[in-house]
Structure formats: C-alpha cells, structure tokens
C-alpha cells in the first residue's frame, strides 16, 4: 500500500538544500510553504526572534562598531537592512505601556502583539523576503533564547548542535569583519568571537557577552548620576556645617578673648 505525500509539505529535495545553507541554529525560526500551482516560496520567518537577534546585535556588539568607527560589509548578514522587519520594528510608536501606533495608518492598539498583527495583515506588502533576510536564522549564533529570557528545562548538553552554533557564528565573524581589511576589522573580529561565539560550547563555564554592552554602560552612567545627585547636596551641607561651626568657634574664641581682657588687673 503507498502513501500519498500531502500536497502542502514541502519537498524533499527543497528541504535539503535549506539544510546545506548553515543555518542550523534557528530551528523553527523560518517555515518555506511551496505552492503546487506556482513556481515561488513563501518565507515564514518569525518577528520575534528576528527581534530577539536584532536586540543582540544591537546591544552586545554595535556599541563597540561604533566605537571603532567600522562599517559593516554589504555581504554582512548583521547589517539593519538585512532585516525584512527593520522598516516596520522603525514604524512602532510607544506612547504608554497599553499604547502602541502605526507609524504608516496611525491605528492604535494596546500591545506590541496586536500591532505585529496588524503589519502581517495590512502592510506585508512592505516586507521584502527576499533570500538572507531573515533575522531569525541567525539566532544560532546570536542566543536569541537568551535575549528572549527563554526558560529551557535543565537537559544535558547537545554538542552537535553547540559546534553546528559555533560554526555559524565564526562564519558571522569571517564575514562581518575580516581580518585582513585592516586593524578595526582585525579587532572587531576577535571581539566576536569572545562575545558571541566562545559561548557555544557545552562547558558551562563559558558564558554570552562577557565585555558587556549598551544597556550596562547606561546603567553604569544612570547610577554615577544617581550617586552624583545624592552626594553632591550632601557634601555642601557638610561643608555649611563645617563653615558654620568654624565660624561660631572664631566668635567664642573672641569672647573668650574679651572676657579675659576685663578681667586683667588694671
């Protein structure tokens, strides 16, 4: 007795060669769906984890671009306009925690979800899908479950699956920064491999992001201002006490002086 395949699973020979393109780390992050009646694709590719690996980017390694002051190769896949969302995450208006717009009609909802809808459903001709741009791919290599404080059962390490992670997160590296295009590049790339990649292993020792990123330089300023505003009144009114007691010493020590004046036999 044969099966029949069903007509909306993709094809084999399709599915394989998704396989062999190395983007092993997103697993569910991107569905292709084949129409039989035409010759096209339609990519699936999931917002919110191409969000979570955008936070990453943005946050753990585009702090110390910037400061190198390097531009990212066009064949970089970490680029913002490698991202199909980028235009529409750049027309979110957050007015209130229960007050979101659309930049592109002005309609309002009363959280990000609903909003993310309403791109899928009336502006998806805004998205262009086209091949490498899917956020979501990468996340293999950036720890999008981390960036989405994802709660994973305690299980024992999958090292085939930390080595396929790593070997996409060096080709990040070989691609974004590569070494022989000068000292900034050189630097660069070093600092990836620290910062993303040496955490793809199965020994726990090794941890994401260890030179930090925006955020914790914010908050280290937030905080020195905070201590700043705290201590500054507090030094001045030492220093008024101080003055103030200085002073009424100087008064009592001339009193004391005048007293004894008087007293003197004449």
Known sequence: MLCRVPDHLP???HLSNY?????????GSRI???DPHQHTHDVHCSRERSRAAWEAIDEYLMPFVEKEKYELPSKCRLRPDNDMF???EQHKIHFDINDWRCGFCKKAFR???FLDQHFENRHKNLLDNSEGRCMADLCGALHCDLMMEFKKPKSKCNAAAALRNRHLCESLADSCFPINQGLAASRLHEFFLRQFCDAHTCNRG???FPKGGRKQTNRFYLALCVLTLILLPLFYLIVFLHQREMKKGVQDLRRFS???QKKKPS
Do not use: D, T, V
Request: net charge positive; hydrophobic share 35%.
């Open 11 to 13: 094809s084999y020979h």
């Open 19 to 27: 396989r062999f393109q190395g983007f092993h780390g997103a697993a």
């Open 32 to 34: 292709l769906l084949q």
């Open 86 to 88: 980028r235009e529409q």
């Open 111 to 113: 959280a990000e979800k």
């Open 206 to 208: 090794a941890k994401p």
């Open 258 to 260: 005048k007293i004894g």
